[in-house]
């Protein structure tokens, strides 16, 4: 299984990985002194092959360029020295927040600290799903056209769902999932024509997941028939 | 001949200057205190790069625009996470590029809109600004070009296939008929292959 995440390191330098093996591979790059030494040249000769031609821009597209990054606010610099080992997320993320907060004042550094958490807590929880030995994958179709993947484990799930027709003007696909009392919790609208990853948690003793279309925004509980269901 | 209002003659005429190429890796750690002087000298020196490389990419001109646009919004805000020792600030910039393109690509094909749309060839570009620029993009084509060259079959379609249409190893492995393990370890050992022949420096 290792042998075959450092493997990733063309592929990955190509951009040639999905959203989840993205993950997967980066957590593994932390930790790997070996891959993080051979990416930077990999990346280098990558962006040989790209920046070799030249367009000649229009006017315009520099004066939309400013306008936008006049009100752009950049990120604010990481306190911990680069090259350096993460120790913990929770204490990178926590130096990250320090960092922000001198810059949003008291008042931000809670809202800031616990989206900071939230989003390294996530992503390492994806890259958990997705590299658990004892996670289940399966694929079934979907009425109306395409298939969806499910991959769970330890009470988390990705839902892939590809192929899907496009849902009518002031419709969506929404997300539900299904609690032991046959009662169904919204799990939030993904769209008219989902293609990405959908990361699913506390998914505790849900009986199962499905797909149905809804009016635009969602509603409130199902009103259609799901277009499938995944049991859990 | 009299100067304008206030301003000296001048008595000797103008020499011109050789463009100088500004040290990009100064120039956007400049950007990461918010010089936003420091920043349009960035825009000129990177935009004709990402650009030209979204359209390769991406074929039609206004989606062209409109990523090369987003990635030089993106490169104002995330400045300062840019890290010398991780590699140049050109590779970090055309790497934000290229997955900012690829991930448009992937988007439209799910989209199923790819099918549809016409697909526009790239029209000549319109001319370099200067005649220095042109020659170096030239020769550096030329050597990406040789250096392609010199990987097996199976190492360039394979890298040809991930960077300019945007596809993940498991979908080349689909479309070239080719075991997932011999994919990866052919994108690995031809970017090592194209690395050395390009001389490319961290």
Not at chain 1, 29 to 52: I, T, Y
Not at chain 1, 162 to 175: C, E, F, I, S
Not at chain 1, 187 to 203: A, E, I, M, Q
């Amino acid at each position: 299984m290792s042998e075959d995440v450092h493997a990733l390191v063309g592929a990955y330098a190509l951009g040639a990985v999905d959203d989840v093996e993205r993950l997967v591979f980066e957590r593994h790059l932390a930790q790997c002194a070996d891959c993080q030494g051979e990416l930077p040249s990999l990346l280098a000769a990558v962006a040989k092959l790209g920046g070799a031609q030249l367009a000649t821009p229009p006017a315009q597209l520099r004066a939309s360029v400013m306008a936008r990054v006049a009100r752009t606010t950049q990120l604010a610099p990481l306190t911990a020295p680069s090259g350096h080992r993460r120790r913990s997320g929770l204490s990178r993320v926590l130096a990250v927040a320090a960092s922000i907060a001198v810059v949003l004042g008291i008042g931000g550094v809670a809202v800031e600290q616990q989206r900071l958490v939230h989003e390294r807590d996530r992503s390492d929880r994806i890259a958990a799903v997705a590299s658990d030995p004892d996670k289940r994958t399966r694929v079934m179709p979907v009425v109306g056209g395409g298939t969806a993947e499910i991959t769970d484990a330890g009470g988390a799930a990705l839902v892939s769902l590809r192929g899907l027709p496009t849902a009518p003007d002031n419709r969506t696909y929404q997300l539900w999932k299904k609690l032991p009392d046959d009662s169904v919790v919204s799990l939030g609208v993904l769209g008219r024509s989902p293609s990405k990853t959908t990361f699913v948690d506390n998914l505790g003793n849900s009986t199962a997941l499905a797909v149905t279309i809804e009016r635009d925004g969602g509603a409130d509980q199902p009103t259609t028939t799901p277009t499938v269901v995944m049991p859990l | 001949m009299t100067g304008r209002e206030g301003s000296p003659l001048r008595l000797v005429p103008d020499v011109p200057t050789p463009p100088v190429t500004p040290d990009l890796d100064d120039v956007l750690r400049l950007v990461a205190r918010s010089d936003e002087a420091a920043y349009e000298v960035l825009y000129d020196a990177v935009m004709p790069r990402v650009l030209g490389m979204a359209r390769r990419v991406l074929r039609d001109p206004s989606m062209s625009e409109e990523v090369a646009q987003e990635v030089l919004v993106e490169v104002w805000r995330s400045a300062t996470r840019f890290d010398r020792s991780k590699g140049s600030a050109m590779t970090w910039m055309l790497t934000i590029a290229h997955r900012r393109a690829v991930d448009r690509v992937r988007s439209e094909q799910a989209l199923g809109a790819r099918e549809e749309r016409v697909a526009v060839r790239d029209a000549a570009a319109a001319p370099f600004d200067s005649v220095a620029e042109e020659v170096e993009t030239r020769l550096e084509h030329e050597q990406v070009r040789l250096c392609l060259g010199g990987l097996t079959d199976l190492q360039r379609e394979s890298i040809e296939l991930a960077y300019y249409k945007g596809y993940t190893y498991k979908q080349v492995g689909e479309l070239l008929d080719v075991p997932l393990g011999t994919v990866k370890a052919r994108m690995r050992d031809g970017l090592v292959r194209l690395r050395d022949c390009l001389g490319v420096e961290r």
